[in-house]
């Protein structure tokens, strides 16, 4: 019998039909041809007559092609499914793109699934890496200050990074003649000044510099000018830069009072200019120069914040290793000042500023990079999940003319799809992250200059990353699909455990991969809640609750002495006494827990080699109530005693522990070296008899154990800078006002600085850091956490279904619910541990990162991880169960009829 | 009686006189494309023959409007065949066109009968 397809079909070929109808057409008129061939040859004529005589049928000049062509099936609607080429590259686009959005509409769970973990992926890393390029790397608007570095001298038997930044003088002066790698230096510092308001006088902060600094940061001035070098002459007019801020606040914007003289410190002084908002240099209120003088008695303070410009192309070791041959020399010349081992850094002005906040930063950078690790793992597996469900799909439209290359372009289109989507979400976040996160950030931790904003390379690069993923996972299913025998998938028809482990592996190794990096990040957030909750459990030795503290800055040059200290204060304390509300007032050189004066102590008739350390604290009678140290030995200062600068001291319980060990400390004689070396107003015969002994009380940090304290009446010397202590019955940010008002009444020129409630300042200085680094961890190890819950539901819930005919089949053989749902779980629990294991060793070995972070616990916390294991165990067989609820309800007779 | 030449039936075909042929021949039962052409053929003794050419196209047009309904019918031991039945829409349409063939046939007869009465 001939072959009429090879007949027929040519006739069809000027048709543009599509490949199932053309086949269709083909069979029917083959079959009608093969009817007529068969009368033929029963009515005796011979096979090849037969043949002439049925394709006779067919006449002169294709009118087969002429009657069909009007047909409707003649042109068919664009044959999306088939996707045979057509060789009209637009067209075909076209064609995918339609095709890929409807079958993402149609699997809107899946879609919305991969689209919100890219999104989220885009929008964490775009947000914390936009934040970090914002704070580090381009924070400051001024001229090179990517050049702009500062010299610390660490103390290399310090465990805290950073170091000196402040120099003296004359050390000033000689890293500025003699370092050969600066093209220009500068040294600052930060200085109150008083400003009489006409109600009273008020603290402003005072950017003090060298003449060259506005030249050195080369912003230009929003109104007037910046102060220039000849400002800085001995012989020119005093003069002042404003900063927009304080122009806004307590000017209105007025312009005319450029040119107006300002009485600051009582000095008279010139307005010359108004800076820009962003101009906001060591946080001041107003810039002035200040002379740098090697005669003043300032000189030997180390009151200078040095910063310099490196030269073009000089990079920071060079510069090293130039200032490091100067320092050394210095520390010759002036040893007291320096650490005996001590290493000279070399860091930019950022890293300087923001400390050891950076590493905070890179810390969530980290855990970002990892969620974004997790998200990007997500997609590939959901996507890896989707092709396997679809191998028929592909098969059929293969085996119905689609050409491989079409299937790949298919595959690729509705991945991109994906991506872009992805990435529109993400920018969403992102834009939202970035406002979230400006506002989240403690003040003071950053440059005032820094704007955090979306930072365009930064959004490009994660775009990069949320495009690269879905493609190259769409890819590697669409190429596995193009190369493979595609009618194995159509015999396989979709059933049992053969089809569903194809990729198994694949897939299985990314939810692993994923449950160990949730594992990563969850430890590392817990490790900072624990961390934090430490921080915050740790007990001050006294309350910080309704404390509130104030600097008392007084005027340079009155109040210089003891006694004219003791005048204001005795006046003062009595007045604020007296306010209702206030518990005890107190006056102080320190506020606890930050610290205090040091000073070398002997106690007399003991002898010992190393050297003896202590905080000495000046303070009066009240210290102790306002405090509330308990009083363990003796008694602690007399008002007398106090008004009588008399020589005695209460010590607290460390130094009585350390020095006298057993000994009884009442009557000791205890002698403050330090208070003979201040230059200003020494000491004479600095030695104390103790008189009592009270509890510790933190004197460090709030990070740091006490150290050894005495406790001496507050008017022996008149040197240092004094604070206020005030303990109140209610809030005490609203006795601010009262006791502003109470010193004006003692003195009207005297203002009230950086008054605050304890707790306030503990929140924005001991808390704000790690808490901002624990909220970000937390919600990123969360973020991470339901997107591996995500990832195992997806790989499980597929499988299950690619199992329905097993499960059907020993459901009909007899096992229970029970028993399917456990068989489930196994799967998911084995997925799991494997991940958790390696999550696990992975976090041990991340700890060093974390370490410097952390405090009061492990970093290897067994708590913390067992916490987030079980976390992790729940969250993952939570996600297991939905899938595997559904196994249990299969109906053994439907799986088995599906075969 | 003449042979009705084939390209009148093609220009009958195309006005639809055709169409009436294979819907009432559908009528009665399914049946295949070679079956159609060849009970044409027969009942018409021979004076109407369908080519394979012609009558594919008018089925597949039919089936376009929606009039005829196929579908591959497969039987032991043979090949599949396409079957084709008339719809609920082709029997409105062929009782139409019934009516106005017979109501053609009798306004013809009127007049040629009148001629000769």
Known sequence: MPDWAEHVRPRLSSLRLSPVREAEIVEELSQHLDDCWRELIAG??????ATRLALADFREGNLL??????????????????????????????????????TSLKRPGFSAAAVLTLALGIGSATTIFSAIHNILLDPFPYTDARRVVAIQVHDNASSRSGGRRFYTTSEFLEIESQSHVFDEVIGGNQDPVLYDTGEGVEQLIAGVGTANTFRFLGVPALLGRGITPEDGRPDAQPVFVMSHKLWVQRFGKDPSILGRIFALSGKPMLLVGIMPERFTKNAADVWMVRAMDRASPQANATDWNLQAKLKPGVTLEQARADVEVIVRR???QYPERYPENFSV?????????????????????????????????????????????????????????????????????????????GAIVGCLFAYGGIKGIAALIPQGMIPGEAQIRLNLPVLIFSLAVAFLTPVLFGLVPALQTAKKELAEPLRDSGKGVSG???????????????????????????????????????????????????????????????????????????????????????????????????????IVGKTHREKWQAIYTLCNEDYFPAMQLRLLRGRTLTEAEVNGSRKVAVVNQSLARKYLGNEDPIGRLVKISGLQKIPESPVKEPVFEIVGVVSDALNQSIRDPTLPEVFIPYAVTGAFDRW???????????????????????????????????????????????????????????????????????????????????????????????????????????????????????????????EHQIWGISPRDPITFAVVVALVLVGGLAACYLPARRATQVNPIVALRAE | ?????????????????????????????????????????????????????????????????????????????????RFYKVTAEGRRVLAQQLRTWAAFVEAVGRVTGGDHA
């Open chain 1, 500 to 602: 569903g482990f194809r990729r198994g592996r694949l897939r299985n190794a990314l939810v692993i991969f994923e449950v160990a990096m949730s594992i990563v990040l969850l430890s590392g957030a817990g490790l900072l809640v624990r961390s934090f909750m430490a921080l915050q459990q740790v007990d001050l030795g006294f309350r910080a609750e309704n404390l509130l503290y104030a600097r008392v800055p007084l005027p340079r040059g009155q109040y210089s002495t003891g006694a004219d200290k003791q005048r204001f204060f005795r006046n003062l304390l009595q007045r604020l006494q007296a306010l209702p509300g206030v518990t005890a007032a107190a006056q102080t050189t320190t506020v606890p827990p930050f610290g205090g004066i040091r000073s070398d102590i002997d």
């Open chain 1, 330 to 332: 210095l520390a010759r």
């Open chain 1, 345 to 421: 850094q070399i860091v930019s002005w950022a890293d300087d500023f923001v400390g050891s906040f950076r590493k905070t930063l890179f810390t969530i950078a980290a855990a970002v990079g990892l969620l974004l690790l997790i998200a990007c793992g997500n997609v590939a597996n959901m996507l890896l999940v989707r092709a396997t469900a679809r191998e028929k799909e592909m098969a059929i439209r293969s085996a119905l003319g689609a050409s491989r290359g079409r299937l790949v372009g298919q595959l690729l289109i509705e991945s991109l799809l994906l991506a872009v989507a």
């Open chain 2, 1 to 81: 009686m003449t042979d009705i030449n084939t390209r009148a039936l093609d220009r009958e075909l195309k006005r639809g006189s055709a169409e009436l042929l294979i819907l009432s021949l559908l009528d009665a039962r399914p049946r295949h494309g070679y079956e159609l052409g060849k009970l044409i053929h027969t009942r018409s003794g021979g004076q109407l023959t369908f080519h394979i050419d012609s009558l594919y196209p008018l089925l597949y047009r039919l089936e376009e409007r929606g009039w005829i309904k196929g579908a591959w019918v497969e039987k032991p031991q043979e090949r599949r065949r």
């Open chain 1, 44 to 49: 005796g004529a011979s096979p090849d007559e």
């Open chain 1, 65 to 102: 092609a002429r009657y069909l062509a009007p047909l409707r099936q003649t042109h068919p609607p664009s044959p999306i499914t088939p996707g045979a080429p057509k060789g009209h590259l637009l067209s075909d686009l076209w064609q995918d793109l339609r095709y890929s959005a409807r």
């Open chain 1, 724 to 850: 206020i202590i005030v303990r109140t019955s209610g809030p005490p940010t609203a006795m601010i006002e009262s006791v502003r008002r109470e010193i004006w009444a003692v003195d009207r020129g005297i203002a009230l600085g950086f008054a605050n409630s304890l707790e306030g300042l503990m929140n924005r200085s001991v808390y704000a850091q790690p808490r901002f680094g624990m909220v970000m961890m937390a919600v990123f190890a969360g973020v991470g956490l339901v997107l591996v819950a995500i990832g195992v539901f997806s790989v499980v819930a597929y499988t299950v279904s690619r199992q329905t005919h097993e499960i059907g089949i020993r459901m009909a053989l007899g096992a229970g619910a029970s028993h399917v749902l456990r068989m489930v779980l196994r799967m998911g629990a084995q997925l799991l541990g494997l991940g958790i294991l390696i999550g696990l060793l992975a976090s041990i070995a991340l700890a060093r990162v974390i």
